[in-house]
């Protein structure tokens, strides 16, 4: 409504100026200046043409144009991608201010791009993405960012189903560097970089580990979805180069709202509630109970007295965490653990049957209700605000985990008067959490005392035991002198609920990030932006573990502290000028400076050991004991000018050079400065070959080629050797790493070319975009050998080169007043090829990439020289080699290359000498695919996803399967089988076909098949189909609105997430990692948490 | 003018943002570490983390490596441990490389600060530490780069490896110039002693520590005798010369000689085996073997009767609670058979090895005993047969004191008295009459002593091919080879094949753990 009336205004305005000044001349030049909905930011590139005439402009990048018009009364239209093509009559005015607003249709248009400059699509020579907010809110539980999920084509994100806050790794393009934590793209929040990294908490790595990490979150999901208007995926360097060696990985560019300049203030309530059900379990079998004798002997959980037995029989135990045991059947009675009355000390025989909750039942309905508030408006004369309140409550799948989130956001934007604007975004943001699990498999995990369980007890069984007071040194561990805890009797006993209850991880985190920019005109076509941002952060963490937990039987508590201080400032010059060459000539230039700071402090001390049990503070320490300290501080500086030079002709062809030099602080004085240049051009193919005449359904065709030279610099005190603190006061080692006074920063050059196209008034669409990049002169520490006096050296060594495609597709196929059906499509294929190690590397050695103990040095991620990086290797089975031949019952011979070796036992060996390649981790392919339907007020979507070609090995397999919990120990329980293959003869290279059937299936299960060494049996194909999310939508119509007379836009909507997913592979979701450090890997899955399915309703209402 | 103007404003945002870099250096100067470059570190700040550490950490092997391919015990317990099978590989082999050689590393490094700060003492001691160390090294991997190991900030990337001959030159070499140095009685600085949990930098047990790690090593290479030490002698020369000279090369003569290192159970100076860390159940995952039971327990017609057990078993293993007898487990049985071999078996003694206050061994006065002993036997030194026994008895008395020692520091105690000690001497177990082949009897006995102490079983082993131990049906995995020694890791493979080819070579095998080392009988039959 605001806006008609707004549209009125300029109309009436127009036609006053047109009377005044019809008095003058037929010919004459008009100027003028078109703005945004805001009246106050200038849009570029805004083409401007007299009604029936050809020939036009285009705004430069202050918004101003001035055009040749002929005639009486001549009218002018503005048409501008993705905005309401505007007519307005000029009659003899020489200037005039148009404002345009946007088309709801047509938004793909504009995009955000480096330095938050906002650029046509059709101008670009490199490829992005865009993301709108209702994209991003559209489903928010842990983590926002899933929502790019299968959205962006080159964009993956990597997560290890690590808890509640489910840290991503976010890489586009795949790996450049062999440097794993420096491979991350940037975020970038309202033209500023912020921090998204995670700061580790626990040492190393998910596997069997007791002081398991916790997931804590990363800075990049502090982002509050709800404040964000839109986000742009700068995927390729060209697009990136400005922001110079902190964006070689690409950058994901986040515009948050600000107000509506409208003098009404509006108000938006939005509120979710979302329901998490982990959905996706392994095949547990319920035929074979605990028990590790093939049924042999009856079960039996307590070794009774003939006084205690109510038979008088003596009994002793007979139970395993295994569950290669006795059929169950209701008819038999045994004593379980549940046959003990705690109270009269008596026990009954209980009916043996398989408990179908003995794991799932641990897990709860997870709910995350968020309520997001925003009050935006204006004073009509451009001075704007919003302020929005989001509080977030989680509680997780498991009992007593989640977390609390409270985000406030503020914009506000003023003209000061007629030459400058000021604008600022402040945001501040509070996470907090009384319980975060700690992950892994690791005891400390309570899905790994869920393992060990048995299968003939109910969840009921575990929380009576703990609420009950019953997990307590008398009934610990082997020797319990009162019984028995209920896990396996271990030395270690568990409790899944005293784990959530007892070993709690908590944090508190308070962020604050914003900026404030002023915006200057300094002369018609030159502006002066300055801007100060800043991004400060304070992370309270603890983890407090009880007396009698596994590892720490004398408890444990840990706190930390971490501040980060991240300031940036900068400066930016345009200046622009469409006036040249007859108004053929569009030309903008900037130059501009960039001053970054970076302080990072990290306190950290930890027990081992308590004097008093429960008590969690640092001066609860035993006596000859003493804490250990860990302090880090760092600094960091990099300096930055920086220009770039858009040039376009006819709005034809476009072409953009940029150019930027840093200086780092954290290289050497004769390193330290370094230059990135980037050219990027565009050629619409629909200007030059004038399809508007011959091919007039083609809207626009687009071909594009960019060329860029970037790069990463490297981190705060890489230059010099130092010796390393020990635990031995005043005791020192020598650093085990070499480091080089000399390095310089890495170096990543690529090319980026492809087409793009628009059809059918923005029906169809399509991009198609090839890209290479080489990434050289790569700050890593290569391997030595430790006889050298280092474990590596820090040198500029490797070059990784990548090739790409990128393909999506948009259409609408049907689109009808009431009716319209939309789909969208995108597929992107990465090679990511190890062309070079370092000198002298011998090029049959793999390079390992560095994940902690991979599965206690069974399993490792392998590049090697030459090839396509990262496979998976571990050990396999001893197969036949080549040429290996057999004599079948008529004396032919029978080739049996590669068959598996069986031993005399029946049992298939595994080849300890040899490891083997079981896949590559990253896919060979990823696509997604949605559409959307929309009826009136209604709307259905759909969003699904696929990877092909992806592997991983996986620990929650093996932890299941070797102990039989799982269906795949069923074949052979009782009877065995003949393993298919052959047995060796004494004549080497002849075998004979192997007809031993084995004898014990829990040997050939536990020892052989899923015994966590048979690599080969634990890896898996991670293909997959997932129907990712289905969401119907309603909004209230206008009608309906207008006559409560308060409301002005009402919605409501529905959904339910990870409907089906159809994978090989078998364990929960095949999008998993394991965590090392504050680092995601692939390829190996390390006990991740249940994949959820979520349900969720979403309420939007604006006053 | 404009121009002017917006100069003057291009330079002020550019200098106000931009700045200079002069403030880079110190932006990048580390606050939390000392550099090497400063060249303010003392080296006897080197010194705790090297003797500390490093002992546990040869303790650690001791349990984990020596214990398991001796078949002292075997972890039959836990199906991801099958090191008693055989199945050992890369990360293994790297993990002992790397381990041993970074405490070369900073032994190399505290020679260097001591040399660049004048003190002879920290000099020599750094020697003595550092043979021990490349001696672990050697004997584990065969040849290594000796000559130009640790000089990478020298630019020695891809260093050559020496024959193991040669490093054993080598390393007596750096022994005798060590013993000069301890000659001289060099001043210790003042306040260091503390830091020294062994010695107390006392420089004439030092001394006695260095020259008693040269019979080691004299002895290790008996079977090379032609080889030439200190430029003039022939081993079994060597060898005379030392026991001939105790002014010149003074040697352990006591228990209170021995390189023991004493943990305070003070944060941190904790033993290996701390309980914190170790729990009863992982202790009971280790079993001692037929093998190990069978050197230290008669049996009577039943293996259910023990008629006489060694003094020292009850102290280094434990009984099941049900069985009232010695019980070895079958190390490198086939997993099918683990459940069957595994019932009754007795396992390591949790409370006496795992506390965090033991005394943890380098070297001690038996071995230097055995040593005599063998070289008398052997007639590399003269007395003879005669002076053999006494020697050897000497040894065995001396091990049953130390192992008597350890045991008494738990309650209750497992004091063995010297009537005890005795009525071993005379028992068919270690009775030097009833066991006609003394070789087999000395080494046997040296094994036994050697529990608890690095790598020195195995060694020893390899060398005389005592005591015979019987290979498991199981291990497979090494082609029912009893390991000869570790492969050279894939990083020092990969980063130096040249070299790494060429050692292989002369050492006529692949890099595997079925090649011979240069010193032991298999590779002086061949």
Redesign the interface.
């Known amino acids: 409504m605001k806006d008609e009336k707004r549209n009125k205004r300029v109309l009436f305005l127009a036609l006053f100026l047109a009377i005044v000044t019809n008095v003058f001349g037929q010919n004459f030049t008009i100027s003028g200046k078109v703005f945004d909905t805001d009246a106050i930011t200038p849009l570029i590139g805004v083409t401007v043409r007299q009604q029936g005439e050809k020939s036009g402009t285009i705004t430069d990048s202050n918004g101003n144009f001035s055009l040749h018009v002929e005639g009486k009364n001549p009218i002018l239209t503005f048409s501008y991608l993705s905005y309401n093509t505007t007519t307005v009559a000029v009659k003899n005015k020489s200037s005039i201010e148009v404002i345009l607003k946007p088309s709801a249709q047509n938004l793909n248009g504009v995009v955000v791009t480096a330095l938050g400059i906002k650029r046509e699509e059709k101008s670009l020579g490199y490829s992005v993405t865009k993301i709108s907010n209702n994209e991003l809110t559209k489903n928010v539980t842990g983590n926002w960012l899933d929502q790019l999920n299968g959205k962006v084509p080159g964009l993956n994100l990597q997560q290890a189903g690590t808890g509640p806050l489910s840290t991503m790794r976010v890489t586009l393009r795949g790996d450049h560097s062999l440097n794993h934590g420096n491979s991350e793209a940037l975020f970038v929040v309202d033209g500023v970089p912020i921090q998204s990294s995670t700061v580790a908490t626990g040492s190393g790595s998910t596997y069997a580990n007791s002081d398991a990490p916790v997931d804590f979150g990363n800075g990049a999901s502090d982002i509050n979805p709800d404040d964000v208007e839109s986000v742009t995926v700068l995927k390729g360097a060209a697009a990136t180069a400005l922001y110079g060696s902190q964006a070689g990985n690409g950058a994901i560019v986040i515009t948050t709202k600000s107000g509506k300049d409208t003098k009404k203030w509006g108000v938006t309530l939005k509120s979710s509630l979302v329901f998490d059900v982990a959905s996706y379990w392994p095949d547990f079998q319920k035929e074979y109970g605990s028990g ?1 004798d093939m049924g042999l002997n009856e079960f039996c959980f307590w070794p009774l007295t003939a006084e205690q037995a109510p038979d008088g029989i003596t009994t002793s135990s007979n139970i395993s965490r295994y569950a290669f045991g006795e059929k169950y059947d209701a008819n038999k009675l045994r004593y379980q653990y549940a046959s003990k009355d705690w109270e009269t000390n008596t026990y009954t025989k209980l009916p043996w049957v398989y408990a179908d909750d003995w794991y799932k039942g641990f897990f709860q309905t997870g709910t995350t209700l968020r309520t997001n508030v925003a009050i935006s408006g204006g004073n009509g004369k451009g001075t704007t605000a919003r302020f929005s309140f989001t509080d977030t409550r989680n509680n997780w799948i498991m009992p007593n985990t989640g977390y609390v989130n409270d985000d406030v956001a503020i914009a506000f934007d003023t003209p000061l008067n007629k030459h400058i604007k000021l604008s600022s975004r402040i945001n501040y943001t509070n996470k907090r959490s009384d319980n975060l699990p700690c992950t892994g498999y690791s005891a400390q995990n309570p899905l790994y005392t869920l393992t060990m369980g048995y299968t003939n007890n109910p969840i009921n069984l575990w929380k009576e035991e703990y609420f009950q007071g019953r997990f307590n040194s008398e009934n610990f561990g ?2 319990g002198t009162n019984g028995h805890s209920l896990v396996y009797r ?3 006993s568990l409790n899944p609920y005293r784990t959530v209850y007892e070993e709690k991880n908590t944090m508190d985190k308070n962020r604050v990030y914003g900026n404030i920019s002023a915006i200057i005109n ?2 018609k076509d ?1 502006t ?1 932006k ?1 801007c100060s941002s800043l991004d400060i952060t304070h992370l309270w963490r603890t983890q407090q573990k009880p007396f009698l937990t596994s ?1 720490y ?2 408890g444990f508590y840990r706190e930390q502290t971490t501040n980060i201080y991240y300031t940036n ?3 930016l ?1 345009t200046y622009s000028n469409n006036r040249w060459f007859n108004e053929h000539l569009g030309f903008s230039a900037s ?1 501009g ?3 970054m700071n970076y302080r990072y402090y990290n306190d950290r001390i930890t027990l ?2 308590l004097q008093i049990d429960g008590i969690y503070n640092i001066y609860n320490v035993p006596s ?3 804490p250990d300290d860990f ?7 990099v ?3 920086y220009g770039f030079a858009s040039l376009s002709w006819d709005n034809t062809y476009y072409l953009e050079l940029t150019d930027r030099n840093d ?1 780092s ?2 290289l050497s ?1 004769g390193n ?1 400065s370094y230059n990135y240049p980037s050219v990027s051009t565009s050629i619409l193919l629909d200007q030059l070959f004038h399809f508007n005449k011959h091919a007039s359904w083609i809207d626009m065709l687009k071909f594009k080629l960019s060329w860029a030279n970037v790069g990463n610099d490297t981190s ?2 890489s ?18 790493n ?1 480091p080089s006074a000399n390095i310089k920063p890495e170096n990543e050059q690529s090319w980026e070319g492809g087409f793009e196209g628009k059809m059918f008034r923005g029906r169809i669409g399509f991009d198609f975009t090839a890209y290479t990049t080489s990434t050289t002169n790569q700050i890593v520490s290569v ?9 590596g ?1 820090t040198i500029n060594a490797g070059k990784i080169s990548s090739k790409g495609l990128e393909i999506s597709f948009n259409a609408v196929p049907v689109r009808t007043h009431n009716f319209e059906w939309s789909i969208n499509l995108n597929w992107s294929k990465i090679w990511n090829k190890l062309d070079k190690l ?1 000198d ?3 090029s ?3 390079y ?1 990439t560095d994940m902690g103990t991979t599965i ?2 069974r399993v490792y991620i392998y590049s090697f020289v030459g090839h396509q990086m990262y496979h998976i290797y571990g050990h396999g089975y001893k197969r036949a080699s080549q040429g290996s031949y057999y004599l079948d019952n008529n004396g032919n011979k029978i080739d049996c290359s590669g068959s598996k070796i069986i031993n005399s ?1 029946g ?1 298939p ?1 595994l080849d ?1 000498s040899n490891l083997i390649d079981l896949g590559k981790v990253n896919p060979d392919w990823t696509g997604g695919f949605s559409t959307a339907f929309r009826y009136k007020n209604w709307n259905l979507s759909m969003d699904f996803s696929a990877e092909v070609g992806g592997h991983c090995y996986s620990v929650t397999n093996f932890a299941l399967s ?1 102990q039989g919990k799982l269906k795949n120990s069923l074949n052979g329980r009782y009877d065995g089988f003949v393993v298919d293959g052959v047995q060796a003869t004494d004549q080497n290279g002849i075998y004979t076909k192997n007809n031993t059937i084995f004898t ?1 299936a829990e ?1 050939y299960y ?2 052989y098949v899923w ?3 048979n690599a080969e049996e634990n890896t898996f194909s991670t293909n997959f189909l997932k129907l990712r999310q289905v969401r119907l939508d309603f909004t209230v119509p206008h009608k309906i609105c207008r006559k409560t007379k308060f409301l002005d836009d009402a919605s409501i909507g529905i959904y339910a997430t990870n409907i089906f997913c159809i994978t090989p592979f078998p364990q929960y979701d095949p999008e998993t990692a394991m965590v090392n450090g504050a680092d995601i890997y692939g390829g190996i899955e390390t006990m991740s948490y249940p994949m959820t399915r979520s349900y969720g309703i979403n309420i939007k209402l604006s006053f | 003018m404009k121009i002017f103007k917006y100069s003057v404003l291009v330079l002020t945002c550019g200098f106000l943002l931009i700045g200079c870099t002069a403030d880079f250096e110190g932006t990048n100067t580390n606050p939390n570490k000392i550099t090497v470059e400063s060249g303010k570190l003392s080296a006897s700040a080197m010194f705790e983390p090297i003797l500390y550490g490093g002992t546990n950490y040869l303790t650690y092997i001791s349990w984990f490596w020596n214990n398991e391919l001796m078949q002292h015990t075997a972890n039959t317990a836990f199906t991801i441990r099958q090191e008693h099978r055989y199945y050992i590989g890369d990360s293994n082999w790297t993990s002992l490389w790397n381990n041993i050689a970074s405490y070369g590393s900073n032994i190399h490094e505290m020679y260097r600060l001591a040399t660049i700060q004048n003190d002879p003492a920290l000099q020599a001691v750094s020697k003595t530490l550092y043979v021990l160390w490349m001696q672990n090294l050697t004997d584990m991997f065969g040849d290594i780069p000796y000559s130009q190991a640790f000089q990478a900030t020298e630019g020695i990337k891809t260093p050559v490896f020496d024959s193991q001959e040669k490093v054993y030159q080598e390393m007596c070499a750096d022994l005798e110039s060590a013993n000069k140095i301890y000659a001289e009685n060099p001043y210790v600085r003042n306040g260091i002693a503390p830091l020294d949990g062994m010695y107390g930098f006392d420089m004439a047990k030092w001394r006695k520590f260095n020259n008693s790690l040269y019979l080691r090593l004299l002895c290790r290479i008996s079977g090379r005798p032609s080889t030439i030490v200190d430029n003039t002698y022939t081993v079994p020369e060597k060898i005379q010369q030392i026991v001939n000279n105790s002014s010149v090369y003074p040697i352990f003569i006591s228990n209170s000689d021995n390189a023991t290192v004493h943990y305070s159970a003070i944060d941190p100076y904790y033993s290996q085996f701390d309980p914190k860390d170790n729990t009863e159940a992982n202790f009971t995952a280790y079993r001692l073997t037929e093998e190990t039971i069978k050197l230290m327990v008669i049996k009577g017609n039943d293996e259910t009767v023990d008629t006489y057990i060694d003094p020292r078993l009850p102290i280094i293993g434990n009984q099941r609670p049900k069985y009232a007898y010695w019980k070895g487990t079958i190390a490198g049985c086939p997993s099918e058979e683990q459940n069957n071999v595994d019932k009754g078996t007795s396992y390591l003694n949790y409370a006496t090895l795992a506390r965090n206050n033991s005394d943890e061994y380098l070297m001690d006065y038996s071995e230097v005993e055995f040593i005599l002993a063998e070289a008398a036997l052997k007639g590399w030194i003269t007395g003879g047969e005669d002076a053999a026994r006494t020697y050897y008895e000497n040894a065995v008395t001396a091990s049953i004191k130390k192992w008597s020692e350890f045991g008494t520091k738990v309650s209750p105690d497992y004091a063995i008295s010297d009537d005890q000690i005795k009525e071993f001497l005379n028992s068919s177990l270690g009775s030097w009459d009833d066991n006609p082949n003394h070789e087999q009897l000395i080494i046997e006995q040296k094994y036994l002593a050697s529990f608890w102490m690095g790598m020195e079983g195995w060694n020893e082993y390899r060398r005389t091919g005592y005591p015979a131990l019987t290979i498991g049906k199981g291990c497979t995995f090494n082609d029912m080879v009893l390991p000869t020694r570790m492969g050279y890791p894939n990083t020092t493979v990969a980063t130096n094949s040249a070299n790494a080819a060429a050692a292989l070579k002369n050492m006529g095998g692949e890099n595997d753990m079925k090649t011979p080392v240069w010193w032991s009988k298999q590779a002086i039959e061949k």
Do not use: C
């Open positions: 590790s082997a020797d271990s030395d270690n300094l002369e030159l002066l300055l590892g039987m004398q400032n900068d400066f010059f130059f400076g960039n001053s081992e050991k000859g004991y003493s302090s880090y501080h760092s600094k960091k500086k300096n930055s000018l200086w602080s954290t004085k330290r705060p005190y230059l010099d050797r130092y010796y390393n603190a020990t635990s031995y006061y005043g005791g020192y080692s020598i650093s085990p070499i391997a030595a050998d430790q006889i050298t006096g280092a474990t050296y370092q002298n590397w011998n049959d050695e793999p390992q206690g040095n036992n049992y060996v300890t070797y014990s040997t536990n020892i015994n966590r060494n």
